[in-house]
């Protein structure tokens, strides 16, 4: 059984990440474990996310920053050469 708690830590470090807090390496990480995470779950829904972040002491958590943590998932999966993530909202990074 997979630990949550490895979830909620990843998507508070891709929060933080908004705000330049953390090195690349830990946003790679981070991004990872999220990636795992939708893997579990295809269509997992926005206000699922926002749960784990509100977790994690985020209550500000907005679709902006949604949207950001999905793009952050989308350049990891360009990366290792994975396919677009399924997404709830528009906003992809111009150029990708």
């Known amino acids: 059984m997979v630990n949550e708690n490895i979830y909620e830590k990843a998507v508070a470090q891709l929060f933080d990440k908004t705000y330049g ?8 990480v981070a991004v990872e474990l999220f990636d795992r995470l939708l893997e579990r779950d ?4 926005p206000d699922t996310l926002k749960t784990l972040c509100k977790k994690t ?3 500000d958590f907005t679709s902006g920053k949604l949207s950001e943590i999905y793009d952050f998932v ?3 999966r360009k990366y290792k050469g994975g396919k677009d ?12």
Request: cysteine-free; proline content about 3%.
């Open 21 to 28: 807090g953390l090195a690349d390496r830990d946003v790679i």
């Open 57 to 59: 002491g985020y209550d």
């Open 74 to 76: 989308d350049i990891y």
């Open 85 to 96: 993530i399924p997404r709830w909202n528009d906003g992809m990074i111009d150029g990708l």
């Open 42 to 45: 295809k269509n997992i829904h």
